[in-house]
């Protein structure tokens, strides 16, 4: 059999991440098992198992995976198609609703769900998942701060990143636990409110 070439050792080890972080959203980290990948995947498992050194470096490669995904249906869209209107706050809103909204992943968002698994627990792939948090919320703040001089307002950006991002973890558990049917329009409203802009 002819090597493969870099190039599609990436491409499949990308493949493999993304069903992995799929499943992992719905079964959580410790779901994952290279049997079942592998099977999935229509790979051995040994081969599998040879893109990753243990099963603590396959989940922080999936935590990773999962959050280059958040990166680009979030954070660089709202960059993106900030306007005169709208700044890359309320245009990261957006794509943050949207993301929540029309699931990237089949158990809604990775990090709320990887959260709720490894947030007891220590080690690497907590300190992983801890450490997309903690960027993101330090993301936001930078965001507000760039809104309050735009809107010519006062905001406080620590506690705006706070009520924001508990605004999107509470959409999300309603929309995967089916609980408010009307939850996207109340995390408009509550969005809206906090950035004094439609939303």
């Known amino acids: 059999m002819p090597r493969r070439s870099a190039q599609q050792v990436r ?4 493949a493999v991440l993304q069903h992995s972080v799929e499943i992992a959203s719905v079964h959580g980290l410790d779901g994952l098992s290279f049997g079942q990948i592998a099977g999935d995947m229509g790979l ?14 396959w989940q922080l490669a999936v935590v990773e995976h999962a959050r280059g995904v ?3 249906t979030v954070l660089q869209p709202g960059r993106d ?3 005169a209107d709208a700044s890359p706050l309320v ?23 990887a959260a709720a698994e490894f947030d007891g627990r220590e080690g690497p792939v907590r300190d992983a998942i801890r450490g997309m948090f903690t960027d993101l919320r ?6 507000v701060a760039e809104h309050a001089a735009l809107r010519g307002r006062t905001m406080d950006p620590e506690q705006t990143a706070f009520e924001l991002l508990a605004t999107m973890v509470c959409l ?4 995967r636990l089916g609980t408010d ?8 409203r509550s969005l809206s409110g906090l950035l004094d802009h439609r939303v």
């Open 81 to 83: 198609t900030a306007d």
């Open 172 to 175: 999300n558990h309603c929309l």
């Open 138 to 143: 330090a993301q936001l703040a930078e965001l």
């Open 91 to 113: 245009s990261t809103c957006r794509a943050w609703l949207t993301y929540l909204e029309e699931p990237a992943f089949p158990g809604g968002c990775f990090f709320v769900a």
């Open 44 to 57: 051995s498992k040994s081969g599998l198992a040879g893109y990753f050194a243990s099963k603590t470096e």
């Open 70 to 72: 958040f990166r680009e």
């Open 181 to 188: 049917p009307e939850a996207g329009a109340r995390a408009r």
């Open 11 to 14: 491409a499949t080890r990308n």
